[in-house]
């Protein structure tokens, strides 16, 4: 294993220029060149994800929902009657973490599960009347917080061609 | 606690037409309306970055390389002399994932941890030979396969429009 001269000493900083030209960087003070990584859109996406998962989380801090538990409770609102299996499939959540996200919701009373009266094995799962309130609480706070804001970003143009783009990636590739 | 008739009989399956309407869910058979989670920008993003990491991952397959371990060796490449700190900061990685997957990468003789000669706390990352070459076939293998089918898929220009939009997100949400 060699390694090179550059990382024992190691530049203590970037140049001005080098520093200016990545700009990607997190913050200025540890600027690095991101070279490729700037034009991978997996990484691109991760970024831009987890920015806008943090947005969600402080615009949803009064309810303490996370984007995934909002993503649920939509679907069961929207479902009535669907089993467990069937809502942790369409939202691509693995079975083990889908059944403690449940636990939680079923310990704050925002859902239920119910056994199935035709398949014994099978949970059905409903909302609440108390995860129907929080879930159209939370709806307000997204729309007029975390989407309006989105929405002043980007224009409704190009948002509108994001989640197009987005939903050919999630279908397609 | 109230739960609505429904969520306890449940129909069986949507109609025909309800299942055509909901093409963003998983599968046909487990078609379900989908609401307001098809126009959430968030739930779309990670939709498609979950699908663009797993095509990486098989893309990469005989390197067994993450996206997350990619992004890694290639930040090492481009910015020898750099600690710990400064290049999971940059990543966005938080400190005791990023020391697990150093210590995954060391195991393998990917990369290197030196004792900085200024900062006895701090640890220099390098690249060995290894993973220089590691690096440089993965490249190869994101470039031919990975990246070509997205492009394919979205067209150049659609693929640098969404590039431009994710990297606005990640920069001014």
Redesign the interface.
Known sequence: ????K??????ARPSRSARKES?????ES????????????????????????E??LRCVAPLQLT?AQF?VL??L??????NQ???A??L?ILRPNFVAMLDGLESR?LC?R?R???DRRSH???????GRSVLARA?KL?AAK??A??NE??GPA??A???E?????????
């Open positions: 294993m060699t390694v090179s550059t990382a024992a000493v190691g530049p700009a990607d960087a997190a913050t540890t600027a690095l060149q991101m070279g490729e990584l700037s034009e991978l859109l997996g990484y691109s996406l991760k970024r831009a994800q987890l920015k806008i998962f947005d969600f984007p993503s939509l679907l609102d929207k479902n009535p009657g669907r299996t069937e809502i499939t369409t691509g009373d239920t119910i199935s009266a035709n059905i799962l409903a909302l609440t009347d108390k709806k997204v975390h989407e804001r989105l970003l980007l190009n948002r061609a994001l989640l783009m987005l939903a050919t990636i999630a279908r397609e590739f």
